[in-house]
T-cell receptor, first 109, second 117 residues
Framework: GQNIDQPTEMTATEGAIVQINCTYQTSGFNGLFWYQQHAGEAPTFLSYNVLDGLEEKGRFSSFLSRSKGYSYLLLKELQMKDSASYLC??????????WGAGTKLIIKP | GAVVSQHPSRVICKSGTSVKIECRSLDFQATTMFWYRQFPKKSLMLMAT?????????EQGVEKDKFLINHASLTLSTLTVTSAHPEDSSFYIC?????????????FGPGTRLTVT
């Protein structure tokens, strides 16, 4: 079956760095997405990886290893506004998104 | 950037009535739109995939006669919750995928919070 695993909750300190991991098993693979979702709001796009390696975009970076079925989202210089849920989603062979349950990130001062 | 609007943002209705939610892609043509629902502190649950001009594909366990989806144009899809019951209360989110080849990102609408009393 298809499965996306990510931690349920993480806590980090303002100004620090946090890495959110995601492992996946899907029928085919056409890329991996990371979305940010604040409570009561819709998800917003953060990143898309389809090739192995690190994609950097400002304070956020996303890494993919297709051979390991693994990705991580790296957040640097954490700010209080980064407190949100981070959703990992894989696109399968039918170009459908398979969603993880999300990681709730709590930032403490 | 790609913008998706959703209307209404909040709706309260009485049990037994029907509610229509609109999803529009404002600056691109969306050949495919998706409807999700989300319960508090849970991840997104895909309800159905809607392709312009054809019938929606519903996920297992989603009643197609209860959740009517229409994708009449490349910029508009509607979800109608028929004979709503309190258990249908949820956060409904649509997303749209650009029809341009090679673009697979889904752009999300702001969501509709439905409360059935």
């Amino acid at each position: 079956g298809q499965n996306i695993d990510q931690p349920t909750e993480m806590t980090a300190t303002e100004g620090a760095i946090v890495q959110i991991n995601c492992t996946y098993q899907t029928s085919g693979f056409n890329g991996l997405f990371w979305y940010q979702q604040h409570a009561g709001e819709a998800p917003t796009f953060l990143s898309y990886n389809v090739l192995d390696g690190l994609e950097e975009k400002g304070r956020f970076s996303s890494f993919l290893s297709r051979s390991k079925g693994y990705s991580y989202l790296l957040l640097k210089e954490l700010q209080m506004k980064d407190s949100a849920s981070y959703l990992c989603a894989c696109m399968d062979s039918n170009y459908q998104l398979i969603w993880g349950a999300g990681t709730k990130l709590i930032i403490k001062p | 950037g790609a913008v998706v609007s959703q209307h209404p943002s909040r709706v309260i209705c009485k049990s037994g009535t029907s509610v229509k939610i609109e999803c529009r892609s404002l600056d691109f043509q969306a050949t495919t739109m998706f409807w999700y629902r989300q319960f508090p502190k849970k991840s997104l649950m895909l309800m159905a995939t809607s392709n312009e001009g054809s019938k929606a594909t519903y996920e297992q366990g989603v009643e197609k006669d209860k959740f009517l989806i229409n994708h009449a144009s490349l910029t508009l899809s509607t979800l109608t919750v028929t004979s709503a019951h309190p258990e249908d209360s949820s956060f409904y989110i649509c997303s749209a995928r650009d029809g341009t080849e090679g673009i697979y990102e889904q752009y999300f609408g702001p969501g509709t919070r439905l409360t059935v009393t």
